[in-house]
């Protein structure tokens, strides 16, 4: 049986074919119920905690350098227990570069690996819920929205340390 097109048919096709396609390449304005958001590899999610989180301090950083002080002792703060205390090993187990970016009030909005530690996808995870978990972060009352830049090294235990508050290596 030979079956031809003809040109309404095609045209027809075409529409449904642009239309699929258009579909396919839409993207969500918001981040999936999953609880997680845009940038990241894993689909951590912040663990069920106090329905009252307390809102940090503002923050008075006056660039996102400074601010890098605030997030990270933001994060030392909420997770005292898994901070490696003194100097780290000469080797680690993971080295992971996150950004993330926050809205006005401190809210994650998306996150960007630079470095992913791509050999250890559950230190990927635990990073990504970390942060989440962490927010709101403090609020930097001069920038507005900001991306704060760390690097995370993590020891075989499950600790870290973050680059802008490390004691450093012997």
Same mark, same amino acid.
């Not at 998306?110 to 230190?123: D, I, Q």
């Given at each position: 049986?030979i079956?031809s097109?003809s040109?309404?048919?095609?045209a027809?096709a075409? *529409?449904l074919?642009?239309?699929?396609?258009?579909?396919?390449?839409g @993207? @969500?304005p918001t981040?999936?119920? $999953?609880?997680t958001?845009?940038g990241?590899l894993?689909?951590a $999610?912040?663990?069920p905690?106090?329905?009252t989180r #307390? =809102?940090?301090?503002? @923050? !008075?950083a006056?660039n996102?350098?400074?601010?890098?002080? /605030?997030? !990270?002792?933001?994060?030392? /703060?909420?997770n005292?227990?898994r901070?490696?205390?003194?100097?780290?090993?000469? =080797?680690?187990?993971? =080295?992971? $570069?996150?950004? *993330?970016?926050?809205?006005?009030q401190?809210?994650?909005?998306?996150m960007?690996?630079?470095r992913a530690p791509?050999h250890?996808p559950e +230190?990927?995870?635990?990073?990504?819920r #970390? +942060?989440?978990? !962490? @927010?709101p972060?403090?609020? !930097?009352?001069?920038?507005?929205? *900001?991306t704060?830049? /760390?690097?995370?090294?993590?020891?075989k235990?499950?600790?870290f340390?973050?680059? #802008?508050?490390?004691?450093?290596?012997?």
């Amino acid at each position: 049986m030979i079956c031809s097109l003809s040109p309404r048919r095609l045209a027809l096709a075409g *529409v449904l074919f642009a239309t699929l396609w258009l579909a396919g390449c839409g @993207s @969500s304005p918001t981040a999936p119920i $999953t609880g997680t958001v845009p940038g990241q590899l894993s689909g951590a $999610t912040p663990e069920p905690g106090p329905a009252t989180r #307390t =809102v940090p301090r503002p @923050s !008075a950083a006056a660039n996102p350098r400074d601010y890098r002080k /605030d997030a !990270a002792r933001h994060i030392y /703060d909420a997770n005292k227990e898994r901070i490696y205390g003194g100097k780290l090993p000469p =080797v680690l187990y993971a =080295v992971g $570069t996150l950004q *993330v970016n926050l809205d006005a009030q401190g809210k994650v909005l998306s996150m960007h690996w630079m470095r992913a530690p791509k050999h250890a996808p559950e +230190v990927i995870a635990e990073i990504e819920r #970390t +942060v989440l978990e !962490a @927010s709101p972060f403090p609020a !930097a009352t001069q920038l507005g929205r *900001v991306t704060w830049t /760390d690097t995370w090294l993590w020891d075989k235990g499950g600790h870290f340390q973050l680059d #802008t508050l490390t004691e450093g290596q012997p």
